[in-house]
């Protein structure tokens, strides 16, 4: 009998050289002998961690269906190494590579939560270019934040947090989601403008399932409305929880992101 998902040991992969290097915790569940499913991928948010609700039932669900899952702590989350404010965009991207390309599934269904849908865009953008997009069969996104540095945060500082920024090379926030302030560093919001998404058009080949809360505090409904706009060459699917928070963690929130991976799979 295997562990339960949110307890199972992790295993680490090495990832960067140097004085860039970290440990990458990954908890990769093999798919049932036989099976054809695409491998399910988990890409969390900003601070969110792998043992967090939405990510270990997406795990359980792949068990009970017969699909392989991964996922994952970026650097500096979790029980991963790293320090979280040398935290990037492009550091998180290359770590979602090298943890996928360690695993080495035929196909695969991205699953991302807020920061994490920003990360799935990138990670196909990446793929496609390496000529690998007909591995991606499915894209499920929650809360998607994509270019959050530039279109949610920058447009939003106040003085107080352009000075910090300026003279600390960092502003922190505080957050509903836990006692410590959000630290949003110089760094990641330079190295976000570099990984802008919302720029043209969005080609992801694969159909699109988006998840989005209506009253969500951190992600406005319009961004994901404005995602949709860029995405007019897939068959994108939206559904607006009118009633929906950040999280969309509750059991019927649940129900619709494994919902929307099971049309992933038999589309």
């Known amino acids: 009998m295997s562990s339960p998902p949110s307890t199972?040991?992790?295993?680490?992969?090495?990832?960067?050289?140097?004085?860039?290097?970290?440990?990458?915790?990954?908890?990769?569940?093999?798919?049932?002998?036989?099976?054809?499913?695409?491998?399910?991928?988990?890409?969390?948010?900003?601070?969110?961690?792998?043992?967090?609700?939405k990510a270990v039932e997406l795990e359980r669900h792949a068990e009970k269906t017969g699909a392989a899952c991964i996922r994952f702590d970026y650097s500096g989350h979790g029980v991963s190494g790293g320090a979280f404010a040398d935290g990037t965009i492009s550091r998180w991207l290359e770590e979602s590579l090298a943890i996928i390309d360690r695993a080495d599934p035929q196909r695969i269904i991205l699953v991302g939560s807020s920061m994490g849908g920003w990360i799935a865009l990138r990670l196909i953008a990446e793929l496609r270019a390496r000529g690998e997009g007909r591995r991606i069969a499915g894209l499920v996104l929650i809360a998607p934040a994509?270019?959050?540095?530039?279109?949610?945060?920058?447009?939003?500082?106040?003085?107080?947090?352009?000075?910090?920024?300026?003279?600390?090379?960092?502003?922190?926030?505080?957050?509903?989601?836990?006692?410590?302030?959000?630290?949003?560093?110089?760094?990641?919001?330079?190295?976000?403008?570099?990984?802008?998404?919302?720029?043209?058009?969005?080609?992801?080949?694969?159909?699109?399932?988006?998840?989005?809360?209506?009253?969500?505090?951190?992600?406005?409904?319009?961004?994901?409305?404005?995602?949709?706009?860029?995405?007019?060459?897939?068959?994108?699917?939206?559904?607006?929880?009118?009633?929906?928070?950040?999280?969309?963690?509750?059991?019927e929130d649940i129900e619709r992101m494994l919902a929307a991976v099971d049309g992933m799979v038999t589309s």
């Open 146 to 251: 994509p270019d959050f540095t530039s279109e949610l945060i920058e447009p939003n500082l106040t003085d107080a947090e352009r000075t910090s920024l300026a003279e600390r090379g960092y502003f922190e926030e505080p957050t509903p989601y836990g006692p410590d302030p959000n630290i949003y560093t110089a760094r990641l919001i330079e190295d976000g403008r570099d990984n802008r998404v919302l720029q043209g058009v969005i080609e992801t080949g694969c159909p699109v399932h988006i998840l989005q809360g209506m009253q969500d505090p951190d992600v406005p409904y319009g961004h994901a409305l404005k995602l949709m706009e860029h995405l007019p060459s897939d068959d994108v699917v939206m559904t607006l929880v009118r009633d929906g928070d950040h999280r969309l963690s509750r059991p």
């Open 8 to 53: 199972a040991e992790p295993e680490y992969l090495d990832v960067g050289t140097g004085t860039e290097s970290r440990r990458i915790a990954m908890r990769i569940l093999p798919a049932a002998g036989g099976s054809s499913l695409p491998a399910f991928v988990w890409l969390g948010g900003y601070r969110s961690d792998m043992a967090g609700t």
